[in-house]
């Protein structure tokens, strides 16, 4: 029996904020769309992909990761090959990095390559924080409804949960509310439906069948790593500190709002957003005060990392959209 060779590659979700903006650091791919950064994995080098992870990032763009997670092993056929292609077969290990990101770095980043976008320049739909995306209602929710009613009476129904619930599930409609971890579940629907510009590179329709923009497409199957990615930040978020993986080492109450309303796509409630912090007890003033807003002088806390040690799940529960 012929044995079929295997390649590892390892790809990175890699995070940072620049500004008030969540970023990932995107490259070119070997089409014209942009792609995440990748590299193989070598069994004989590498002790653990964790590491394999971490060393190639920061030769080939001089960031030193902090956090980081596996997130999925895509190894579906095709999602590499080309037709007629022979070659080894393609895994694709997903993983969500998070970094800081300072001025000095940008330039060695720049000649390998990469460059930091918005990560709601490939996922629009999930920014909230100036209110309800107009493109849900004006598009893309016309469009995934006759999608779903038209699938909803084929052989595929009986497959399990209808469509049509599973997009009143995801998007929030007809009753439920918009669950901000639903990423993945909106993106995967959309390519479904023929809503994003990979439905018709993969073969699937001939033409894109939502009526406005739907978001800048990325390599194979790059978009949905990120989705994966985000679902698995906003969530982590409400368990685990690792917002401060993406603060600098001092910081105003006003700028970790930020930053957390940037990550979750939507505005949070200021003072009970305080009283929150507060509760959990996850930042203590370091007695010192920033200027850089222009106004009255703020004051300037750090992570309080004995918290590590005092609860099993010190995160932000933030409440829903305010």
Same mark, same amino acid.
């Given at each position: 029996?012929?044995?079929?060779?295997?390649?590892?590659?390892?790809?990175?979700?890699?995070?940072? %904020?620049?500004?008030?903006?969540?970023?990932?650091?995107?490259?070119?791919?070997?089409?014209?769309?942009?792609?995440?950064?990748?590299?193989?994995?070598?069994?004989?080098?590498?002790?653990?992909?964790?590491?394999?992870?971490?060393?190639?990032?920061?030769?080939?763009?001089?960031?030193?990761?902090?956090?980081?997670?596996?997130?999925?092993?895509?190894?579906?056929?095709?999602?590499?090959?080309?037709?007629?292609?022979?070659?080894?077969?393609?895994?694709?290990?997903?993983?969500?990095?998070?970094?800081?990101?300072?001025?000095?770095?940008?330039?060695?980043?720049?000649?390998?390559?990469?460059?930091?976008?918005?990560?709601?320049?490939?996922?629009?739909?999930?920014?909230?924080?100036?209110?309800?995306?107009?493109?849900?209602?004006?598009?893309?929710?016309?469009?995934?409804?006759?999608?779903?009613?038209?699938?909803?009476?084929?052989?595929?129904?009986?497959?399990?949960?209808?469509?049509?619930?599973?997009?009143?599930?995801?998007?929030?409609?007809?009753?439920?509310?918009?669950?901000?971890?639903?990423?993945?579940?909106?993106?995967?629907? %959309?390519?479904?439906?023929?809503?994003?510009?990979?439905?018709?590179?993969?073969?699937?329709?001939?033409?894109?069948?939502?009526?406005?923009?739907?978001?800048?497409?990325?390599?194979?199957?790059?978009?949905?790593?990120?989705?994966?990615?985000?679902?698995?930040?906003?969530?982590?978020?409400?368990?685990?500190?690792?917002?401060?993986?993406?603060?600098?080492?001092?910081?105003?109450?006003?700028?970790?709002?930020?930053?957390?309303?940037?990550?979750?796509?939507?505005?949070?409630?200021?003072?009970?957003?305080?009283?929150?912090?507060?509760?959990?007890?996850?930042?203590?003033?370091?007695?010192?005060?920033?200027?850089?807003?222009?106004?009255?002088?703020?004051?300037?806390?750090?992570?309080?990392?004995?918290?590590?040690?005092?609860?099993?799940?010190?995160?932000?529960?933030?409440?829903?959209?305010?």
């Amino acid at each position: 029996m012929t044995k079929q060779a295997i390649e590892i590659g390892l790809h990175a979700v890699i995070v940072a %904020m620049i500004g008030n903006e969540p970023c990932i650091l995107r490259v070119p791919g070997s089409s014209s769309a942009d792609a995440l950064p990748s590299g193989p994995f070598d069994p004989l080098q590498h002790r653990t992909m964790e590491i394999g992870l971490r060393q190639w990032v920061e030769e080939q763009t001089a960031l030193r990761l902090g956090y980081v997670e596996q997130l999925y092993t895509f190894g579906d056929r095709g999602r590499q090959r080309t037709p007629g292609d022979s070659g080894p077969h393609f895994v694709s290990v997903g993983y969500l990095a998070l970094t800081r990101v300072q001025p000095e770095q940008m330039p060695a980043l720049r000649r390998a390559g990469g460059e930091f976008g918005s990560w709601y320049d490939f996922l629009p739909w999930e920014d909230w924080r100036a209110g309800r995306p107009a493109m849900l209602d004006e598009f893309v929710l016309p469009a995934i409804r006759q999608w779903a009613a038209r699938v909803d009476r084929s052989a595929y129904a009986s497959r399990g949960l209808q469509p049509s619930a599973r997009v009143r599930i995801a998007f929030g409609t007809d009753g439920s509310h918009w669950d901000e971890e639903h990423v993945l579940d909106r993106y995967e629907l %959309m390519y479904s439906a023929g809503l994003v510009a990979e439905s018709v590179r993969d073969g699937r329709y001939d033409a894109i069948r939502a009526a406005g923009p739907t978001g800048t497409a990325m390599e194979h199957d790059h978009r949905r790593i990120l989705a994966t990615a985000m679902s698995r930040l906003r969530a982590k978020l409400k368990y685990r500190p690792v917002i401060f993986e993406l603060l600098p080492e001092e910081f105003t109450l006003t700028e970790l709002q930020q930053t957390v309303e940037s990550i979750f796509g939507r505005p949070v409630h200021k003072q009970n957003f305080r009283r929150l912090v507060e509760k959990a007890q996850l930042v203590e003033p370091t007695g010192a005060s920033s200027n850089a807003t222009g106004g009255r002088p703020a004051a300037l806390f750090r992570f309080r990392r004995e918290v590590l040690e005092e609860r099993p799940a010190p995160g932000l529960r933030v409440g829903r959209r305010a």
